[in-house]
């Protein structure tokens, strides 16, 4: 089965395809945000390269946040585009997900980390048993002190991953004890992950629903905060 895969929700763009446990080919461009115009080019060139059409694609996978607002949007629309115009299915899972698998099998905990501005951090905690990924702490919103504040509750050594290290690594590696910060190969989401994790899905005929799936953003964007905080103090 031949899944193309592809990532929009952090800084980096990034396609696979990836045919049953065979990663054919991948592409990550991780300089500044323009998914828009860099997308589909990507995923043309690379299919061209392996002498491929969207037509030999059997199904289609990424993740679908927390992450950039308007990366997960881009990203959620092109996905449907190219479902409903192959009829081929596809599968979104979180981008903290996709980011744990970059480390595959990793003793003790997986805390992946992206920056949600305003000192704020995606993150959730996964761990590996028996080689599959299980979720520990369900995605959510912290800031760095309220993460470290609950990983220095538990016994286990904590493995970090993610963006959100460039700014915070040094930070938790001196604040969380028997912890390690992910080589900067494995911080960026990539969709060979994400292609990994939705082909034992995808292979059982489990898929989205293009009318109902939606992005995860876990919190406002500062335009609907600002807009929230705007209409409050009109009616005050």
């Known amino acids: 089965m031949k899944i193309l895969s592809l990532d929009s929700a952090t800084q980096s763009a990034t396609c696979a395809l990836v045919e049953d446990n065979v990663l054919l080919g991948e592409v990550i461009i991780n300089h500044k945000l323009q998914h828009s115009i860099m997308l589909m080019p990507m995923i043309d060139e690379m299919l061209r390269s392996l002498s491929l059409t969207i037509d030999d694609v059997d199904g289609f996978a990424l993740s679908k946040g927390p992450g950039s607002f308007t990366g997960l949007r881009i990203g959620m629309a092109t996905i449907k585009g190219l479902s409903q115009s192959t009829g081929k299915p596809f599968l979104s899972l979180s981008t903290l997900e996709v980011l744990a698998h970059n480390l595959f099998n990793t003793k003790g905990l997986i805390c992946p980390v992206l920056d949600a501005l305003r000192g704020n951090l995606y993150t959730a905690l996964y761990t590996y048993e028996e080689g599959n990924l299980v979720e520990i702490m369900e995605p959510c919103v912290l800031n760095h ?73 876990l919190m406002q964007s500062h335009a609907e905060a600002e807009y929230e905080r705007k209409s409050r103090g009109h009616h005050e």
């Open 145 to 217: 002190k309220e993460l470290i504040e609950k990983l220095c509750t538990r016994e286990e050594s904590v493995t970090f991953v993610g963006e959100g290290t460039e700014k915070y690594g040094e930070i938790f590696k001196n604040s969380v004890p028997k912890s390690l910060i992910a080589p900067a190969p494995f911080n960026v989401v990539r969709a060979s992950s994400t292609a990994a994790l939705a082909l034992k899905h995808l292979s059982k005929g489990e898929s989205d629903n293009v009318f109902e799936s939606a992005p995860i953003y």
